[in-house]
């Protein structure tokens, strides 16, 4: 089944709000990363958290992971309308040595 | 310059025939992957390589065949295409053999069957 599960599906924010994203997970983790894709193109890495972190900051992009209650959220602060794209989390289990994606949060930011 | 590159970025084409997706990395890296988005976003990994080796291989139809000639290149053929085929394909590739290390990907390869 698959590991990761995104929430909300889909948010709609104003320009300069600021978007949380949150995934969930089931199996234990060694680290967890969130990707952007914008339409018609492919992933690209944001920002990778270890299983003995708590919070990662870059740029405009704050992760946190709890491993307790198997779950990550991550929020951009002060959207602008070039953030609008859809994230994924993506899970490296501690068994299984592959990555598994969420199905994402469909992101739109409007001017 | 691109850091990986696949061709075709469209691919139309008739039930029953078979077509070739290629892919490229000129990031020297170690792994390289192909993974299917369907049309609800779902991105799945179907095979991964590590210097020209196959370390990954999900429950692809053996319609499937990757091949890497050299570990920047890994190609994906598939045989006697269905309707389920279509769907987009992603090429990715990462530094060394771990899967936890962050992947690049290429734009995507939007197969289409009729």
């Known amino acids: 089944s698959q590991q990761g599960e995104e929430d909300p599906q889909a948010l709609s924010i104003q320009e300069g709000e600021n978007a949380t994203m949150n995934c969930s997970y089931k199996?234990?983790?060694?680290?967890l990363q969130w990707y952007r894709q914008n339409s018609g193109r492919g992933l690209v890495h944001l920002i990778l958290i270890r299983s003995n972190e708590r919070e990662k900051h870059s740029g405009r992009l704050r992760v946190t992971l709890d491993t307790s209650k198997k779950s990550s959220s991550l929020l951009i602060t002060a959207s602008r309308a070039a953030d609008t794209a859809s994230y994924f989390c993506?899970?490296?289990?501690?068994?299984?040595?592959?990555?598994?994606f969420g199905q994402g949060t469909e992101l739109s930011v409007k001017p | 310059d691109t850091a990986v590159s696949q061709t075709p970025k469209y691919l139309v084409t008739q039930m029953g025939n078979d077509k070739s997706i290629k892919c490229e990395q000129n990031?020297?890296?170690?792994?390289m992957y192909w993974y299917k988005q369907d049309s609800k976003k779902f991105l799945k990994i179907m095979f991964s390589?590590?210097?020209?080796?196959?370390?990954i291989n999900e429950t692809v139809p053996n319609r499937f065949s990757p091949k890497s000639p050299d570990k920047a290149h890994l190609n994906l053929h598939i045989n006697s295409l269905e309707l389920g085929d279509s769907a987009v394909y992603f090429c990715?590739?990462?530094?060394?053999?771990?899967?936890?290390?962050?992947?690049?990907f290429g734009d995507g390869t939007r197969l289409s069957i009729l």
């Open positions: 993506a899970t490296d289990p501690q068994q299984g040595g592959k990555l598994i």
């Open positions: 199996t234990s983790i060694n680290n």
């Open positions: 390589y590590n210097n020209k080796e196959l370390i």
């Open positions: 990715a590739s990462s530094q060394g053999q771990g899967v936890g290390q962050p992947q690049h």
């Open positions: 990031l020297g890296h170690d792994t």
